[in-house]
């Protein structure tokens, strides 16, 4: 049995590497829930994998600013017998929230 949490963060290294081990289905997810194909045109909009990853992390970093330097950042994991591990993070709450619906109603 799985379950799931959503843990807010301050810790940019966290967050980058719960980023680092997002999936397709994840960074899909946080795509849409920055705007991203609203925001760019289609053009500007980087077509190789590492660049996109690299503007999903701006986009997301942005999104999280609080004031300053500061980012919060929210992290889904998922908890199983093999133990836990990151699957989403977001700048904001919603976005996780619905990630786990998302993934929990598969």
């Given amino acids: 049995m799985n379950r ?3 843990i807010k963060t301050y810790d940019t290294f966290l967050a980058r590497e ?3 081990d ?5 960074l899909g ?12 045109d289609p053009a500007d909009i980087p077509r190789s994998t590492d660049d996109y990853r690299e503007l999903l992390w701006d986009e997301l970093t942005e999104s999280a600013r609080e004031d ?7 992290v889904v994991t998922r908890a199983s017998y093999q ?10 709450w919603p976005s ?3 990630y786990v619906e998302q993934i929990a109603s598969q």
């Fill in 4 to 6: 799931f949490a959503v």
């Fill in 96 to 98: 996780a929230e619905e």
């Fill in 22 to 26: 997002m999936d397709s289905l994840a």
């Fill in 83 to 92: 133990g836990e591990s990151p699957l989403y993070v977001s700048g904001d």
């Fill in 29 to 40: 997810h946080l795509a849409k829930s920055l705007t991203i194909e609203e925001q760019y």
């Fill in 68 to 74: 300053g330097q500061r980012c919060s950042f929210f």
């Fill in 18 to 20: 719960a980023f680092a």
